[in-house]
């Protein structure tokens, strides 16, 4: 059997960026979800958002195994205490969107040219 083609970071930071900002929580949510129900090797509909890593059977083992998968798959770098620190999905959603949030304007800062004072001057 063919393993399915999960998207690449670049891929999905566009269908994030692309999404209305209401959308990109449910956006993560489910693709965190995924990834914990392939590490745990349990439905998804079986996890729950809200409920804890610890909850739902994961150690630290299997909490490296998914910070690996989701820091591969969102080109982000994760902590190896990443279920400890944040120790539901909606936790890790809120991190990462944060963290990608800082990504943004960070890179938007670099992007956007200095104006200078003379320039400022001349504009009144």
């Not at 929580?25 to 392939?38: E, Y």
């Not at 990462?96 to 800082?102: F, Q, Y």
């Amino acid at each position: 059997m063919a393993r399915p083609v999960e998207a690449t970071g670049d891929d999905l930071h566009a269908r994030l960026a692309a999404a209305q900002p209401g959308e990109r929580p449910a956006m993560l949510v489910d693709i965190v979800r995924g990834h914990v129900a392939r590490v745990l090797r349990i439905p998804e509909s079986k996890i729950d958002a809200d409920a804890s890593f610890t909850g739902l059977g994961m150690d630290s083992l299997t909490g490296l195994e998914l910070r690996n998968r989701l820091s591969g798959e969102l080109s982000v770098a994760l902590p190896a205490t990443l279920i400890f620190q944040h120790p539901s999905i909606r936790a890790v959603t809120e991190h990462v969107l944060d963290m990608l949030l800082r990504e943004a304007v960070a890179l938007e800062a670099a992007v956007l040219p200095a104006t200078s004072d003379d320039e400022e001057e001349g504009t009144l």
